[in-house]
């Protein structure tokens, strides 16, 4: 069955260090990708997507190629702020079916 | 993005009885509402799939007697945690699909935080 995979966490990088959160999946088809991203006692919220490969999803200085050749989307920041700490998820859809979750990795950005 | 409002947040239950969570879309028609369940350090587990109208499609290992899912109206539906004995505590998160398409962004709710007792 459909499957995500990501990295395994925590994540713990000094402000303004690069970023880069594997994921990497399973599905027959061609499924939409998105990372979704929780803050500490705040609920899920969509932080970028991609619907086709090569497409390219980007949104508050995150950006995630999905690379349909490796199966993967992986996510990536130049620069990590602290305010960027949060638990990231990858996760992808497929129609009519509920949205298929990574584990989540925790990212801890340190002043 | 749209809203989804779910409640309560969090709720304190004694084994045995039920327990009902709402979620609503409020800005936007629900075609689809999906249930989460997130165990600590964990990732979200879909428990179940509805469409509005129509009976709730459960995912494999989950009691459907013991997880209610009602989606009555497009803007509404609600998990009712049957019998709730210890081992349900969990953080359980609605989501929902508007009209546009299947593939289309999935807004959640805030999730309830249910502990029993």
């Known amino acids: 069955g459909d499957s995500v995979t990501q990295m395994e966490g925590p994540v713990t990088l000094s402000e303004e260090a690069f970023l880069t959160i594997n994921c990497t999946y399973t599905?027959?088809?061609?499924?939409?990708l998105f990372w979704y991203v929780q803050y500490p006692g705040e609920g899920l919220q969509l932080l970028l997507k991609?619907?086709?490969?090569?497409d390219k999803g980007s949104n508050k200085g995150f950006e995630a190629t999905y690379r349909k050749e490796t199966t993967s989307f992986h996510l990536e920041k130049g620069s990590v702020q602290v305010s960027d700490s949060a638990v990231y998820f990858c996760?992808?859809?497929?129609?009519?079916?509920?949205?298929?979750f990574g584990k989540g990795t925790k990212l801890s950005v340190k002043p | 993005g749209a809203v989804v409002s779910q409640h309560p947040s969090w709720v304190i239950c004694k084994s045995g009885t039920s327990v009902k969570i709402e979620c609503r879309s409020l800005?936007?028609?629900?075609?689809?509402m999906f249930w989460y369940r997130q165990f600590p350090k964990q990732s979200l587990m879909l428990m179940a799939t509805?469409?509005?109208?129509?009976?709730?499609?459960?995912e494999q290992g989950v009691e459907k007697d013991k997880f209610l899912i009602n989606h009555a109206s497009l803007t509404l539906s609600t998990l009712t945690v049957t019998s709730a004995h210890p081992e349900d505590s969990s953080f359980y998160i609605c989501?929902?699909?508007?009209?546009?398409?299947?593939?289309?962004?999935?807004?959640f709710g805030q999730g309830t935080r249910l502990t029993v007792v």
């Open positions: 996760a992808l859809s497929r129609i009519r079916i509920g949205l298929i």
């Open positions: 991609a619907t086709k490969a090569d």
């Open positions: 800005d936007f028609q629900a075609t689809t």
């Open positions: 509805s469409n509005e109208g129509s009976k709730a499609t459960y």
């Open positions: 989501s929902a699909r508007g009209l546009q398409g299947s593939n289309t962004e999935a807004f």
């Open positions: 599905a027959t088809g061609y499924p939409s």
